[in-house]
């Protein structure tokens, strides 16, 4: 029996200025990956081609074993997505809307989708294109909680709700993962959302993940050091992110590697401080 919620292999997708991919990336049972990267990076359009919303010029898709092409449909049955699908729909009401989803999903809930209309205090009589960017988000969110999905891709699903419903939304994912079976795949810029949530951060940049890592790893091994000096070949190594000089001070992604070698150099050091995800995240980004 497979372990593997999603696994992408090679999947590419070329536009006229931009090019996404080849991308590789595995989301095991059980586990919730951020997808971070600054505005443009392709966050948004890689979880459309995972959809199949945008066709992919070349690589596969596996979702729990099976391939996604050969078997979309009862794939999708399994999988809730959050990324602005529904701006075509914008005259109907919530209501109707609801009934249009629940028709293509055998495991609707409808008890559950009432209590989570309540629970986000959403007007299910409003037209959904006359919401706000906050409660369309809020109305997506629970069509993807309403049918039993072992899988979850959300992109951005709190922007532009108020505290309240980002704090209830997080309570009900963190419920969501209570199940072992089930995964999230989440692109999101709120780092309580990565702090709280993910197992995993997979970092993009201009159309690829170019760094990945466990969230828990992070205390262990970035830091801020303070050093002496800051010497050229120190510059060159691996586990060097970021350098500056006045005063001389290293971000490093493996501290015990980067002792061993200031000890090699024989430069001291005056000061170590751990990193939070947050300042993880903005040296990825902005390295």
């Known amino acids: 029996m497979t ?12 536009f006229k200025r931009f090019c996404l991919g080849p991308i590789d990336l595995d989301v095991q049972k059980g586990t919730v990956v951020a997808l971070i990267g600054a505005n443009g990076s392709g966050k948004s359009t890689f979880l459309r081609v995972l959809m199949n919303v945008l066709k992919a010029d070349e690589g596969d898709v596996f979702s729990f074993g099976d391939h996604f092409m050969n078997n979309e449909a009862n794939l999708k049955q399994k999988i809730g997505y959050v990324g602005n699908r529904f701006e075509s729909y914008s005259q109907l009401t919530i209501k109707e809307l609801s009934t249009l989803i629940s028709y293509w999903y055998p495991t609707w809930d409808q008890k559950r989708y009432k209590d989570y209309l309540i629970r986000y205090e959403i007007d299910e009589n409003m037209k959904y294109g006359d919401g706000s960017t906050g409660t369309r988000k809020k109305v997506e969110f ?24 980002q704090r209830k939304m997080k309570e009900d ?26 197992d995993y951060i997979a970092v993009m940049e201009q159309g ?16 801020r050091v303070w050093v002496s000096e800051v010497t050229d070949s120190l510059k060159e190594q691996t586990q060097v992110i970021r350098i500056s000089n006045h005063p001389p001070e290293i971000v490093t992604n493996n501290l015990l590697a980067l002792e061993e070698e200031l000890e090699r150099q024989q430069i001291p050091i005056h000061q170590i401080q751990r990193l939070t995800i947050e300042e993880v995240v903005e040296n990825l980004i902005h390295k």
């Open 3 to 14: 372990t593997s919620a999603l696994t992408i292999k090679g999947l590419t997708k070329k």
């Open 142 to 165: 629970i069509f993807a909680l309403c049918h039993d999905s072992n899988l979850l891709l959300l992109d951005e699903p709190s922007a532009g709700m108020d505290i309240l419903s």
């Open 173 to 198: 994912l963190l419920s969501y993962m209570e199940d072992e079976e089930r995964s999230i795949l989440i692109a999101t810029h709120v780092i309580d959302e990565v702090e709280q949530l993910a």
């Open 208 to 223: 690829n993940i170019v760094h990945t890592f466990n969230k828990d790893d992070v205390r262990e091994h970035w830091a």
